[in-house]
């Protein structure tokens, strides 16, 4: 294989590309609703990984595996709850959450 | 430069396929709606200066590419049209959305069922301000097995893969029922051992866990709707494997569905029960009738279907039939080898299937819905 290649069944592919935005503050930026949509992944993540019963059907599918993400994360979860929800994410925590997602090796 | 010229390359191929008058109405219009995407993807890259974001246009233009690659395989005149509407009637229960369902003929002894990432289909909306409607599938199966209707039910195992991946059953039972909580599952620690262990050792068996449950869903959806046929494929493709970090062992997975098709409790199948209710989704039940078919397959005739559940039956009912007749023949299927009795019970299923195509196009042109 000439380069990696995302893995197909990542639900976590375009939110990862938003927070790409995010850290290189490359121009042009995405869109406001997208920008929202990955914020509102972050918040919906904390919140059901902090109680689960809170998952339903018109949960996110991002938010769920970000959440099974965010559990191995404490200190960054609390990073990331910190910042108010209409708030753009800061640079150096879109790139923390970022590296945080990378897959390990097998 | 490449970005651009892929997404050209893909446009001219989509130009292609939209001369070739496909089976499905529905198809044409698919190929069109992404055609628009990619028209509008090249216009906004091509502007000065670009007007969306490089990555997001590298993820938007890796998807067109993967979703062409679905269209085009269907193509292909050696469509199983009788398997491909089984498995459409299994989904059609799990989604709201519109599946478009193709399909490709491989070579190799591989299944799948792929859908498009729903990733794709939320940025094309926000960014691109087009809403698809329908959503593309695809089916892939061995060429080998294209009239073998019986050696075709991984394709419902897959279904079940599918189902999880885009709600994310497994994922919401991790976090509701976590490795550390349980069931615990065979093969591997138990929660009360995986607690003790070092957090790394505890995050290799996590993704173990994941696997495994991910696979014992998929093995339950497969009974969920071919029964035995779905085991007894399975029990002939690997009847002793060992487990590994991606699958439990046969023997484990062959256990759970004994337990489901007898209706037997198990904490496992309670696990996806409670995270599909959560997501709003229907319980995992046995979906085929039990259908009688030895006086027709026992004259070589093939039975017709009432309904889905007919349908479904049919794998489980001609499984049994199959397996009788290869190991003790009767009647007229004494006088046949074992290839030949092979065949035939997979020419019945399949005329079967057809039987009750035919009767609902003949009922849908009877009374237009």
């Known amino acids: 294989m000439l380069a990696a290649k995302p893995n197909r069944t990542n639900s976590l592919r375009l939110f990862e590309v938003v927070l790409r935005a995010f850290e290189q503050k490359a121009e042009p930026q995405v869109s406001d609703p997208l920008r929202t949509h990955a914020l509102r ?66 | ?88 009637r299994a989904a059609a229960a799990w ?17 799948f069922f792929q859908g498009g990432s729903e990733d794709f289909f939320e940025a094309v909306k926000d960014e691109l301000g087009i809403d698809l409607v329908s959503r593309p599938v695809q089916i892939a199966l061995p060429y080998i097995y294209r009239h073998k209707p019986l050696f075709c039910t991984p394709l419902f195992h897959e279904l079940g893969h599918f189902v999880d991946t885009q709600n994310e059953v497994v994922a919401t039972s991790m976090l509701s029922s976590p490795e550390t909580v349980g069931p615990d ?9 995986i607690k003790s262990l070092l957090p790394e050792e505890q995050k290799f068996i996590r993704r173990v866990v994941t696997a495994h449950r991910r696979e014992y869903f998929a093995d339950l959806f497969g009974v969920a709707y071919a029964g035995r046929a779905a085991q007894g494929f399975l029990e002939e493709f690997c009847p002793d494997d060992d487990y590994t970090p991606t699958h439990p062992s046969s023997s ?54 009432k309904s889905d559940a007919d349908v479904f039956g049919l794998f489980d009912a001609s499984w049994t039939f199959l397996v009788d007749q290869w190991s003790s023949p009767t009647e007229v299927w004494s006088k046949l080898g074992e290839d030949d009795r092979v065949r035939a019970v997979n020419d019945l299923t399949e005329k079967s299937i057809r039987n009750r195509m035919v009767q609902e196009a003949w009922g849908e042109a009877a009374y237009p819905r």
């Open chain 1, 41 to 106: 992944v972050v918040h919906e993540a904390l919140l059901i990984a902090g109680n689960p019963a809170l998952i339903n059907a018109t949960t996110g599918r991002e938010a769920i595996e970000l959440a099974l993400r965010l559990r191995d994360l404490p200190t960054l979860s609390g990073r990331l709850a910190a910042v108010p929800q209409a708030a753009p994410m800061p640079p150096e925590l879109a790139q923390e959450l970022l590296t945080s997602l990378r897959p390990l090796a097998a």
């Open chain 2, 1 to 88: 430069m490449l970005l651009k010229s892929n997404l050209r390359l893909l446009l001219a191929q989509l130009e292609r396929l939209a001369e070739t008058s496909y089976f499905s109405p529905r198809l044409d219009a698919y190929i069109d709606e992404l055609r628009g995407v990619a028209s509008e993807l090249i216009s906004r890259l091509g502007a000065t200066p670009p007007s969306i974001n490089d990555a997001l246009g590298r993820f938007l233009a890796e998807e067109i590419w993967k979703l062409t690659q679905f269209l085009t395989g269907s193509t292909t005149k050696q469509i199983p049209y009788e398997v491909v509407y089984a498995v459409e």
């Open chain 2, 95 to 111: 989604t709201n959305k519109q599946l478009l369902v193709t399909t490709a003929i491989v070579q190799e002894s591989n299944f």
């Open chain 2, 185 to 193: 599952l065979p093969d591997l620690p138990t929660a009360a051992q």
């Open chain 2, 252 to 305: 484990a997975r062959f256990a759970l569905m004994d337990d489901f098709l007898a209706g037997r409790q198990n904490p496992i199948i309670d696990l996806y029960q409670v995270a599909l209710k959560a997501r709003g989704l229907p319980q995992l039940q046995l979906n085929f009738a039990g259908v009688a078919l030895d006086d027709c397959y026992g004259d070589v005739r093939p039975f017709t279907p």
